[in-house]
């Protein structure tokens, strides 16, 4: 199963790193990232050896991550030298057991160390899941072909125009304005 997280790690200054990522959970309890090269969030993951995933619905983060905002109020984590989202529902401090090294996205084995519920969730809109899918979409852009990206984004856009709040309507323009760029840059 994957969870579509934001993964927060830091490197040896301290420096936070915010970035929504799919966390593979296994049959074991175990949490396995698997960010590619080149990657910011291997690069502190390796040197530190922890990292902080965080549960959140607020699709925002998820979007501004991908469109340049990574300035979202943090505060200490509790059983690492790491960082939480303060706007996480809930989150897992969790270490590097192993890496199984790989070309272009390399396995990273975690363990969990120490999980904590902030609030309760209560469930996705279908405004929040074309957001979340259309950040997916805008990681991609260079990877699938933009007819399908079109395609996908005018479906996504229906659960969007019926249920969105003013959140997924701030994060799906971030999230347009990017498509609306790489079209233009493609057209050049």
Known sequence: MIQETIVITQNSSGVAHIAPMGVHLSTTP?????????????NNLLESKTAVIN???????????????????????EKINGQVLTCALAHTEVELVRVEDDETRPKLFCKAVHTVNHAPFKGFNRAQYSVLETAILISRLNMIPLEKIQAEIDYLRIGLEKTAGDRELEAWGWLMTVIEEHIAEAGA
């Open 30 to 42: 175990e949490f396995i990232i698997l960010p590619f090269r080149p990657s910011t969030t291997l």
């Open 55 to 77: 549960y959140c619905d607020d699709v925002r983060v998820f979007a501004g991550c991908l469109t340049g905002r990574r300035d979202w109020p943090l505060k200490p984590a």
